[in-house]
């Protein structure tokens, strides 16, 4: 098989051709600018919504017999509780109505803390509800930092020094820097939407232009031509490519538009990518998109139907996302350089590193892109081969 004609006036007129039906195709169109520009929108939303709500949320808390133990409802007064006193009350009538925690103490309390014994407090809180969770949190760490202080000034009252209770400190000084705490969250958003955009967008042209092609018989007249079969393959593979990237680089201008309005700093989290290194983004993601479109194209040519290829099409863009999420949540190490130059793998390092500001290895990138391009290229030779088979021209 001979490349030669890779440029001949056939080929051009060829591939003219498949990318002039591929970007008439409403339904590919409305699908890429549909999940481009709502996903990445969706994902922002939701963070800046976390972000306001861990931000902003305050806790009410019920004291049922705070007259006796005045000291520990002054302690609770902090910015984030809403303190309340209360006679009496069920406590889990309490936690149905309105407040997120309840703080019981018992009528005794004052006598047994005089006597230096341990007065009991009750918390009530509902574990099913997840705000409650954070109040009863919250409120178990102010009394805590009060039991200390209460501790101390009990041993400095008997002449006897703190350290007696503490015999060290521990001090928790955190050494992530704004880009590695950004890598962290990156590392499985960014390469997760970027890859799906690239299936999503690329997944009906490639089903138009090869089962329904082979449904509506106009594949067998292109065969007719005076190309080859994998001519054929390359210029399908190119049209729908070409749909496939511009839905990912959509998807990463509006991500990338979207993030510089969420308060990151608050979080201590930077946003680090700048011009380059969205362009460098950009052409890797390129390699990646030729495979997905060619794999695309290889499985609607094997299907029954256009149905058919539509479930396989399917599984195929659950595959790539659910190694991504099993890698992360493994926490399986993947510094040898062997993982770059695997595809998909080797992707998903380097968009989370550009991501966040981190430097990528240009030689590593070129050879693991050299390693997708030849998987491309494998992939055509087959699709070639396969169109030559009369059986799977045959529409069912």
Do not use: H
Request: proline content about 3%; overall charge neutral; aromatic content about 6%.
């Amino acid at each position: 098989m001979s490349f030669k004609n890779l440029f001949s006036l056939q080929m051009r007129a060829l591939l003219l051709k498949e990318l002039r039906e591929v970007w008439r195709d409403r339904r590919a169109l409305m699908i890429t600018l549909g999940f481009t520009l709502l996903f990445p929108v969706l994902i922002i939303s939701s963070g800046a919504l976390s972000l306001k709500v861990m931000s902003d949320t305050s806790f009410d808390v019920a004291i049922i017999g705070a007259e006796y133990a005045p000291l520990l409802e002054e302690q609770l007064q902090t910015g984030d509780l809403r303190i309340e006193r209360l006679q009496d009350g069920a406590p889990q009538a309490l936690l149905a109505d309105t407040y997120d925690v309840v703080l019981r103490i018992e009528q005794n309390f004052t006598e047994d803390y005089r006597s230096l014994l341990s007065p009991k407090i009750y918390l009530y809180v509902n574990s099913a509800d997840q705000s409650a969770g954070r109040a009863a949190q919250l409120v178990q760490q102010q009394l805590a930092l009060f039991q200390q202080v209460i501790v101390r000034q009990r041993l400095a009252a008997r002449g006897l020094a703190t350290q007696v209770l503490a015999p060290w400190q521990l001090e928790v000084r955190d050494v992530s820097t704004p880009s590695s705490r950004g890598l962290a969250i990156w590392g499985l958003m960014v390469p997760l939407l970027l890859i799906m955009a690239l299936l999503v967008c690329s997944a009906a042209a490639s089903i138009d232009t090869s089962a329904g092609e082979r449904e509506r018989m106009t594949i067998e007249v292109l065969l007719q031509q005076p190309i080859s079969s994998w001519q054929l393959v390359v210029a399908k593979a190119v049209a729908v490519t070409s749909i496939g990237w511009f839905g990912a680089l959509l998807s990463l201008a509006v991500l990338t538009l979207s993030l510089g309005l969420l308060p990151l700093a608050e979080i201590g989290v930077r946003f680090s990518a700048g011009i380059n290194e969205l362009m460098a983004i950009s052409l890797i993601l390129l390699p990646l998109a030729l495979l997905v479109a060619v794999l695309q194209i290889l499985l609607s040519l094997r299907s029954r139907s256009f149905k058919d290829a539509q479930i396989q099409l399917s599984i195929l863009q659950a595959l790539p996302v659910t190694l991504l999420i099993v890698l992360k949540l493994s926490n399986i190490e993947l510094d040898s350089p062997l993982w770059q130059l695997t595809p998909l793998i080797g992707q998903q390092q380097w968009l989370s590193a550009l991501m966040a500001g981190e430097s990528v290895s240009v030689s590593l990138a070129i050879a693991g892109s050299l390693v997708t391009l030849s998987l491309v290229g494998l992939c055509i030779l087959v699709g070639a081969r396969a169109l030559r088979r009369e059986s799977l021209l045959g529409a069912t």
